[in-house]
């Protein structure tokens, strides 16, 4: 059942300043980890881009990073929280490129990580958002 809490519980804000706070820096190492492991697997994209692979592969990883953040181990790290992932995979052929994002949220208790995996023609940009939520 929904409180329609905006905010943890006098009692509980200790404890949430401790433990229970979207620390980016914590997250940025799962997204790291589980991008690594997916591109550097995917070889055959490495040497010749395809936008359907890219497709995939974003999909893959957002996937992947999304059911870490949501396991009972990761779970821990930010209770309370509603996870978004978003990743953009893209070749790099001598452009410029700037992912941005828009959001309301509260300062205090909601925040974001990101993560880019580059290579001589490639690109992965990962970006998680957590947002309280009771």
């Known amino acids: 059942m929904n409180t329609y809490?905006?905010?943890p519980k006098e009692s509980e804000r200790?404890?949430?300043q401790a433990?229970?706070?979207f620390y980016p820096s914590r997250i940025r190492e799962i997204i790291k980890?589980?991008?690594d492991q997916i591109m550097q697997?995917?070889?055959?994209?490495?040497e010749k881009y395809s936008d359907e692979e890219a497709k995939r592969i974003a999909t893959e990883i957002s996937d992947q990073v999304r059911n870490v953040l949501k396991s009972t181990n990761e779970t821990a790290l930010i209770p309370r929280h509603k996870v978004i992932v978003q990743s953009?995979?893209?070749e790099k052929a001598g452009q410029g490129l700037k992912i941005t994002s828009k959001s309301l949220w509260h300062s205090e208790y909601d925040n974001s990580a990101t993560?880019?995996?580059e290579t001589d023609n490639r690109f992965c940009t990962v970006m998680v958002f957590g947002y309280y939520c009771e």
């Open 14 to 16: 200790y404890f949430y």
């Open 115 to 117: 993560y880019t995996y």
């Open 19 to 21: 433990w229970g706070r």
């Open 33 to 35: 980890r589980e991008t």
């Open 41 to 46: 697997k995917e070889k055959d994209f490495a």
């Open 5 to 7: 809490r905006l905010e």
């Open 88 to 90: 953009v995979v893209g």
